[in-house]
Every structure is written in structure tokens, then in C-alpha cells.
């Protein structure tokens, strides 16, 4: 599933090697909010690449936390929805909130975003 693999038989390694790869938790946060459509999740995550996006939401999908389903009245129009596995991501996703809220400065997240490339 992701480039890296942590090759232990351990429940913490497993579910990070879905949910710890870049944008995933952020994109998560997005499908438990509501979004189900490809463009509404990118004015949800407006610095994610189209082409990764369209990989995050395939990966979500192997893994059985997205289910992917092909419009019937629009062509090339796909709706994404949460799981069962993926609903219960939604206290994690809040939790990773709360705590960010809690401890991370907002300056740190400003100047942390403005040194990537």
C-alpha cells in the first residue's frame, strides 16, 4: 500500500501504514465532515495535488476505509463515502484535533508549511 513499510506484525505499525502517509489524516478529516465528491474534497485540502488525492483516496479504498461509487446519472462522476472501518476512524481524526488544538502552536504550523517545497 505505501512506499515504506514498518514489516511488523504489530496493530500500531499496520494502521500507520495506512493512515501516516502524508495528507491522509488531513483528507480523512474532509470524508468524515461530509465530502463525498472528488472536487469537494480538494477545496478541503486545497495544497494537495489532484494526482495525489486520486492516490490517498485508491489507497483508502484498497484498504477498505473508502468505498468509491461510480455515478449513474453522470459520467466520470464518482462519489467517495466512508466505510464501516472508516467511520470508526472519525474519534482518532477528532482526536488528533483536540490535541493539535491543545499543543501545537499556530505560529510552529505557519512556518512549518512555508518550508516545504
Known sequence: MTQGSY???CPVAMA???LCTRWTMVLLRELI???TRFNE?????PQMSPSLLSQRLKELELAGVVARTA??????VSTYQLTASGRE???IVEAF???GQRWIKADFSIAASRSEP
Open 16 to 18: 500507520a501504514e495506512i
Open 41 to 45: 474534497l480538494r477545496r478541503g485540502v
Open 71 to 76: 455515478s449513474a446519472s453522470e459520467p466520470d
Open 89 to 91: 476512524l472519525g474519534p
Open 97 to 99: 484535533g483536540i490535541w
Open 7 to 9: 514489516k511488523q506484525f
Open 33 to 35: 465532515a461530509g465530502s
